[in-house]
């Protein structure tokens, strides 16, 4: 058995071996943009904060995709109030993609007319991504409801809800129906 000198050899890592800390590695592609990636460890670390909770009732997770930040906001503190958790926002379906695959959403609510690829196009991919996701088809133009209804139904999503008619009430209902895939 080799002997010991009683001293500690020097490091050749980044950081001294004595500072306690390890470099971090980024585990996140290079193709995602630095905004994003800032995002969803804001996200991670406020959705750990409010999961923080004495019962061990599971939250249902929502992801919100609309290109609008105001309505963003709005639904956010709609959705808080009913006792869901928003884990992130997106405005478009690119965005979106990588929000699912990160934070696997229970919910995605997207709206409908979306800049690029529509939430009638994107919404199949973003159910692709996360196996038990549910999809809310959202939108502001009232004249076109009955075929955004249509095309929730088309497309497997679990409903189609015009903006203005979004409250407390049908976004609870969204928490409590049970995920008919599981």
Known sequence: MPESSGTMPESSGIMPESSGTEPVQNRYPASMTSQVKATILLLKAEFFILTLR??????????????????????????????????????????????????????????????????????????GLAKNLRVILVSAHHDSAQLFQNLAQEIGAEAFIPKDELDLSVVRKWAEKPNDSV
């Open 54 to 127: 004495k019962d061990s009732t599971p939250m249902t997770r929502v992801l919100i995709v609309d290109d609008q930040p105001s309505f963003r906001r709005q639904l956010r503190q709609l959705l808080t109030r009913a006792g869901l958790i928003v884990v992130g926002e997106a405005g478009d379906i690119p965005a979106a993609k990588e929000l699912v695959r990160e934070l696997k959403p229970d919910i995605a609510i997207v709206d409908v007319m979306l800049p690029g690829e529509s939430g009638v196009v994107g919404a199949p991919k973003l159910k």
